[in-house]
């Protein structure tokens, strides 16, 4: 009675159309090291490899495009219209004013991070360490830190 349904029903499909594959071809298949998991790993490599690729580019258009800000504004004077040679007086003048406007700029860009916040990620960062592959584990700490971020 139960005996059955316990047994394992092997059903065999046969195509209408004729389907042959040479020996050669089943034992390659048969004998490939390529698994799904090879190939995805293989798939996420090339992905890595290329956003690394466009970042280096980016970078590099970036430095290009600094470096020829620099030069156009230590070169361009605006008080001398004969466009003639600037002493090193002024390039160094000139120098003196682009750090401290850089110094500037880079310290509207800083944020002051309470010790709190610092807590808060570092909780973070042990909790994903501590639970490789498992960040749902992490929701809590990831959460707090959420919060302390935003009322910063």
Excluded at 90 to 106: H, V
Excluded at 111 to 127: A, M, Y
Aim: with cysteine; net charge neutral.
């Amino acid at each position: 009675m139960g005996s059955n349904t316990s047994k394992p029903e092997t059903k065999v499909f046969t195509p209408t159309t004729p389907v042959d594959f040479s020996s050669t071809f089943l034992s390659q298949l048969e004998q490939s090291p390529e698994s799904d998991y090879s190939r995805a790993q293989y798939t996420e490599k090339y992905i890595q490899d290329r956003v690394a690729q466009e970042l280096q580019k980016l970078e590099q258009q970036t430095i290009k495009k600094f470096k020829q800000t620099t030069n156009d504004a230590i070169a361009n004077d605006k008080s001398d219209s004969s466009k003639s040679k600037l002493s090193v007086a002024e390039s160094s003048a000139k120098i003196a004013k682009l750090t401290q406007l850089l110094q500037e700029n880079a310290k509207l860009e800083q944020v002051d991070i309470t010790p709190q916040v610092k807590d808060s990620r570092e909780q973070v960062i042990k909790c994903l360490k501590d639970n490789q592959g498992k960040s749902l584990n992490c929701w809590d700490e990831v959460e707090t830190f959420r919060t302390l971020v935003r009322n910063l």
